[in-house]
């Protein structure tokens, strides 16, 4: 007689609940589902589903960036201009449409572009000079910021049409109000988990921020990803400037000013290495939602402000410090 095999030979073999553990979204998705344990047990105002609505609200811009700042970190580069060029490019489709310059749909095309082509230049420096990351965008932070100054006059934007601030309408979804920027927001997260987990050019993005030589030598373009990389991410920027001026319902010079670090802050917590190659868009999603989780739930508790930036600052420390043990096992 000879022996079977059953399904359950094999004990050393990896396992779905060992890879689940080890993922690197695995460590983000617990703290944020502690965290809303902790502040549904602390406050009665927490566990609603119109303080969820408000949640995704709150987070929707520095989301949207931190999409653009994940694609640039995982090709182990960084973007330090994100907020100023979001801020530029709000005050400019905000500026044409309402002094009617432009018609709005244009003034929303123009501020796209112009977010595009920061982005653009962001990568061509980067690449063609080549530049740090670090210092080309640290310049464009301050050119960003200059040039948002100098367009505005130091004036908010007001009276702006309805259709740059449609997106901060509501409908309702039951017995909450959900706002149709939020709807944006989660799709362009589900459009890149998409393109970087089942396209080819997701999988030239890890392969470059792994190792750019490797990644030239298996037939990548790893200049024209780069640019094109950043020239996406720009584009973004854009978006979350049409999403900052449909929640504010004006055009302010002075937005924008800590979103690069909030961006950099929700991409980190969210698992996603600083040193590229290994993260993903839905671990940010649920490093962005950890981030206003704790700041609602914190505010909703009556806690200081201040206290809630120590707080976020010592998750970051904790996520890169796991990262960098990770990285430590993994050699």
């Known amino acids: 007689m000879t022996a079977t095999t059953t399904p359950y030979a094999d004990l050393s073999a990896p396992g779905t609940a060992r890879r689940l553990l080890t ?30 609505s408000l949640i995704v609200q709150q987070v929707m811009v520095v989301g949207t960036l931190a999409i653009g700042q994940t694609l640039i970190i995982l090709t182990a580069g960084i973007d330090l201009s994100c907020g100023a060029v979001m801020a530029f490019g709000s005050i400019m489709m905000a500026r044409m449409a309402a002094e009617g310059t432009l018609p709005p749909v244009l003034a929303i095309g123009l501020g796209l572009l112009v977010c595009a082509g920061f982005g653009l230049l962001n990568g061509a420096l980067t690449e063609k000079i080549p530049l740090p990351p670090f210092i080309v965008t640290l310049g464009m932070l301050n050119v960003a910021f200059a040039l948002t100054h100098i367009y505005s006059k130091e004036q908010t934007v007001t009276q702006l049409p309805g259709m ?4 901060g309408q509501t409908f309702p979804l039951g017995h909450t109000d959900i706002t149709y920027g939020s709807l944006v927001t989660i799709a362009l997260f589900l459009l890149f988990a998409y393109a970087l987990s089942s396209t080819g050019w997701g999988r030239h993005v890890y392969a470059l921020g792994n190792s750019v030589e490797a990644a030239r030598l ?3 373009r790893t200049s024209r990803l780069t640019i094109g990389v950043y020239t996406v991410a720009g584009l973004l920027y854009g978006v979350a400037a049409l ?3 449909s929640r504010t319902g004006v055009g302010d010079p002075q937005a924008g000013q800590t979103d690069n670090l909030d961006s950099i802050t929700a991409v980190v917590i969210g698992g996603t290495s600083l040193f590229g190659g290994r993260g993903s868009v ?15 739930g914190l505010q909703l508790m009556g806690v200081a402000s201040i206290y809630q930036t120590l707080i976020t600052g010592i998750l970051v420390i904790l996520a890169v410090t796991v990262d960098q043990f990770s990285r430590k096992k993994a050699r």
Do not use: K
Request: with cysteine; glycine share 14%.
């Open 23 to 52: 993922a690197p979204t695995t460590g983000p998705l617990a703290a944020l589902l502690i965290a809303c344990v902790f502040f549904s047990l602390s406050t009665d105002q927490f566990l609603t589903g119109g303080n969820f």
């Open 243 to 245: 999403l900052l001026i």
């Open 218 to 220: 298996n037939g990548v």
């Open 282 to 296: 839905l671990g940010t999603f649920i490093g962005v939602l950890i981030v206003g989780v704790f700041r609602n």
């Open 164 to 167: 740059l601030t449609g997106l």
